[in-house]
């Protein structure tokens, strides 16, 4: 068993190195200020769970590109089903000569989706496009305008989920004018709210029913676990009240599954575990081991509510990230590989409650599989976004990446490989603690 003496040494230089600041000076020269990384090391190569800088650092990625290489950088079957694609073509677009991967991708998508009733698909290059396309899907179909959405989401930097989000800065402020006719109610917070599910839910459907009127909805939004907004899970009894309102009144259910899909919460959609059945489900990220892939699927009568040709674009299901689609999906469903996700989510929470008995700054530790946030708060129990700041930078410093959450930028996100070691798991932890101990 590794043991702190015999692990690896993994930062070498300061962090960032002399290599990566050289680099980030042109960053600022050369690329638009909007683009800022969190961390501006910059990776040379990755394989498994670890980054490796241009300086010789080492990181454990509890990142993921946000939860975008959950199998692991460089997976071999992924790589080779890319790499087999490639040479024999890698672009018609689908819309002018079709292919047989796209179709293969949105067979088995109708599979894993949650729901039993027959499903299409629709295939696009990133999340955002993915619930633009649901939104207007849904839109079609139910011939209505309104968009509710929930606090504390967040779906995308297009022009209609800017609208979306919860927060403004640093997504659509000084941008224009938001779309209308969005509507928002509260999440159900259990760590802020302390309300039951159902009656959390009750008191969105009060305020909905005054702003928007049930007529007036085409579709919910929501993201069955908030992602960026701090790993929020919803309290029993919240999604399911909202999925009976919305039967009730015919508006279309969409599940915003770009960060908690495809095997991140130990189920193959976060949505299983509430009971939640979507009439749409949106998938991204992780779909394509590191290839821009998203979709749409749903109910095939509400999926055929748009005309021929009112869907796609030049990039939209794009055959070599078809190609990794196919593969990442087989391997999430191999025997055992939802089971290991389960146990390093209790063994990851496990570590972090530990955790919350040594630091007072932790207020909530919440999550599901390769999924957990930990709100830091400050001693009168507020957001405490700079604690959030030294412990990434300590954390860092240290060789573990994480990520902010939150809509106040105080929650610790931690979104690590869904096959993760638990050695690696256990390093990062004693890595966290060094860092909360630290500030």
């Given at each position: 068993?590794?043991?702190?003496?015999?692990?690896?040494?993994?930062?070498?230089?300061?962090?960032?190195?002399p290599?990566?600041?050289?680099?980030?000076?042109?960053?600022?020269?050369?690329?638009?200020?909007?683009?800022?990384?969190?961390?501006?090391?910059?990776?040379?190569?990755?394989?498994?769970?670890?980054?490796?800088?241009?300086?010789?650092?080492?990181?454990?990625?509890?990142?993921?590109?946000?939860?975008?290489?959950?199998?692991?950088?460089?997976?071999?079957?992924?790589?080779?089903?890319?790499?087999?694609?490639?040479?024999?073509?890698?672009?018609?677009?689908?819309?002018?000569?079709?292919?047989?991967?796209?179709?293969e991708?949105?067979?088995?998508?109708?599979?894993?989706?949650?729901?039993?009733f027959?499903?299409?698909?629709?295939?696009?290059?990133?999340?955002?496009?993915?619930?633009?396309?649901?939104?207007?899907?849904?839109?079609?179909?139910?011939?209505?305008?309104?968009?509710?959405?929930?606090?504390?989401?967040?779906?995308?930097?297009?022009?209609?989920?800017?609208?979306?989000?919860?927060?403004?800065?640093?997504?659509?402020?000084?941008?224009?004018?938001?779309?209308?006719?969005i509507?928002?109610?509260?999440?159900?917070?259990?760590?802020q709210?302390?309300?039951?599910?159902?009656?959390?839910?009750?008191?969105?459907?009060?305020?909905?029913?005054?702003?928007?009127?049930?007529?007036?909805?085409?579709?919910?939004?929501?993201?069955?676990?908030?992602?960026?907004?701090?790993?929020?899970?919803?309290?029993?009894?919240?999604?399911?009240?909202?999925?009976?309102?919305?039967?009730?009144?015919?508006?279309?259910?969409?599940?915003?599954?770009?960060?908690?899909?495809l095997?991140?919460?130990?189920?193959l959609?976060?949505?299983?575990?509430?009971g939640?059945?979507?009439?749409?489900?949106?998938?991204?990220?992780?779909?394509?081991?590191?290839?821009?892939?998203?979709?749409?699927?749903?109910?095939?009568?509400?999926?055929?509510?748009?005309?021929?040709?009112?869907l796609?674009?030049?990039?939209?299901?794009?055959?070599?990230?078809?190609?990794?689609?196919?593969?990442?999906?087989?391997?999430?469903?191999?025997p055992?590989v939802?089971?290991?996700?389960?146990?390093?989510?209790?063994?990851?929470?496990?570590?972090?409650?530990?955790?919350?008995?040594?630091?007072?700054?932790?207020?909530?530790?919440?999550?599901?599989?390769?999924?957990?946030?930990?709100?830091?708060?400050?001693?009168?129990?507020?957001?405490?976004?700079?604690?959030?700041?030294?412990?990434?930078?300590?954390?860092?410093?240290?060789?573990?990446?994480?990520?902010?959450?939150?809509?106040?930028?105080?929650?610790?996100?931690?979104?690590?490989?869904?096959?993760?070691?638990?050695?690696?798991?256990?390093?990062?932890?004693e890595?966290?603690?060094?860092?909360?101990?630290?500030?």
């Open positions: 068993m590794t043991t702190i003496a015999t692990r690896p040494k993994r930062i070498r230089t300061a962090v960032p190195g290599r990566s600041q050289a680099l980030n000076a042109q960053r600022e020269e050369f690329v638009s200020a909007s683009v800022s990384p969190l961390l501006p090391v910059y990776i040379d190569r990755a394989e498994g769970s670890i980054l490796t800088d241009v300086d010789g650092n080492e990181f454990i990625d509890f990142g993921c590109g946000i939860g975008v290489t959950s199998l692991g950088h460089g997976n071999e079957a992924a790589l080779g089903a890319m790499l087999a694609q490639s040479r024999r073509f890698t672009h018609t677009l689908f819309t002018i000569t079709p292919y047989e991967l796209y179709v991708v949105a067979r088995l998508l109708t599979e894993i989706t949650p729901g039993d027959a499903k299409k698909s629709v295939l696009s290059s990133t999340g955002a496009e993915a619930i633009e396309n649901a939104v207007k899907i849904a839109r079609a179909h139910t011939r209505r305008n309104g968009i509710a959405v929930v606090d504390h989401g967040y779906h995308g930097r297009t022009n209609l989920t800017l609208g979306m989000n919860y927060k403004a800065q640093p997504y659509s402020a000084h941008v224009g004018p938001r779309p209308g006719e509507y928002r109610i509260p999440n159900s917070y259990p760590f709210d302390g309300l039951d599910g159902a009656e959390a839910a009750r008191r969105g459907i009060r305020q909905l029913e005054k702003t928007s009127g049930a007529q007036n909805l085409a579709c919910l939004v929501i993201e069955p676990i908030q992602g960026e907004g701090g790993v929020v899970v919803p309290a029993p009894g919240y999604l399911e009240t909202l999925q009976a309102w919305c039967r009730e009144h015919g508006i279309v259910i969409i599940a915003d599954e770009i960060q908690t899909g095997g991140r919460t130990g189920r959609y976060a949505s299983e575990h509430f939640l059945v979507p009439d749409l489900v949106v998938t991204a990220k992780a779909i394509a081991a590191g290839i821009p892939v998203s979709a749409v699927t749903g109910r095939s009568e509400i999926m055929d509510a748009i005309p021929a040709g009112g796609s674009g030049t990039f939209s299901g794009n055959p070599v990230g078809c190609a990794a689609a196919v593969e990442v999906i087989r391997q999430l469903r191999e055992g939802l089971e290991r996700t389960v146990e390093i989510g209790e063994r990851i929470q496990a570590g972090l409650r530990a955790l919350q008995a040594k630091h007072a700054v932790i207020g909530d530790v919440r999550g599901l599989g390769a999924l957990h946030g930990v709100e830091l708060v400050d001693a009168a129990g507020e957001p405490d976004a700079a604690a959030f700041a030294r412990v990434h930078r300590e954390a860092a410093a240290r060789g573990l990446l994480t990520m902010a959450g939150g809509s106040d930028g105080h929650v610790l996100r931690l979104l690590p490989q869904v096959n993760i070691s638990d050695e690696l798991i256990d390093e990062a932890l890595i966290l603690d060094a860092a909360f101990a630290a500030r």
